[in-house]
């Protein structure tokens, strides 16, 4: 149905900055929003970052200020900076999306395989 590709992750100091990107590709008719989360160790997910289509973003208070998502087309880009150690964590793109499929149109979420981003002090 719909493939998600992340790249991005790594390793940095923190105070330095980190890239993310996710490519939707597949049955897509429509995108509803496309987001990132993270999950820390022994955490629940959560939401980072979120931009719906032709609304505006919104943030986590934790990242207000540093980090920026972005779109265009099909691809979301979470630009992180000033990075802290408490931002460690593996980071999930999320889209939600609209396929057409045997005469109906599926709603579904999707998500990314996850990338690694750790923040050493």
């Known amino acids: 149905q719909v493939q998600l590709v992340e790249s991005g992750g790594g390793l940095v100091q923190a105070g330095g900055s980190l890239r993310l990107s996710c490519a939707a590709s597949?049955?897509?008719?429509?995108?509803?929003?496309m987001g990132w989360y993270r999950q820390a160790l022994g955490k629940q997910r959560e939401l980072v970052a979120a931009?719906?289509?032709?609304?505006r973003s919104n943030y986590a208070d934790s990242v207000k200020g540093r980090f920026t998502i972005s779109r265009d087309n099909a691809t979301v880009y979470l630009q992180m900076n000033s990075l802290k150690p408490e931002d460690t964590a593996v980071y999930y793109c999320?889209?939600?999306?609209?396929?057409?499929?045997?005469?109906?149109?599926?709603?579904?979420?999707?998500w990314g395989q996850g990338t690694q981003v750790t923040v050493s002090s």
């Open positions: 999320n889209v939600r999306a609209t396929s057409y499929i045997s005469s109906s149109y599926l709603l579904k979420d999707y």
């Open positions: 597949g049955n897509i008719f429509s995108i509803n929003a």
């Open positions: 931009i719906p289509s032709g609304g």
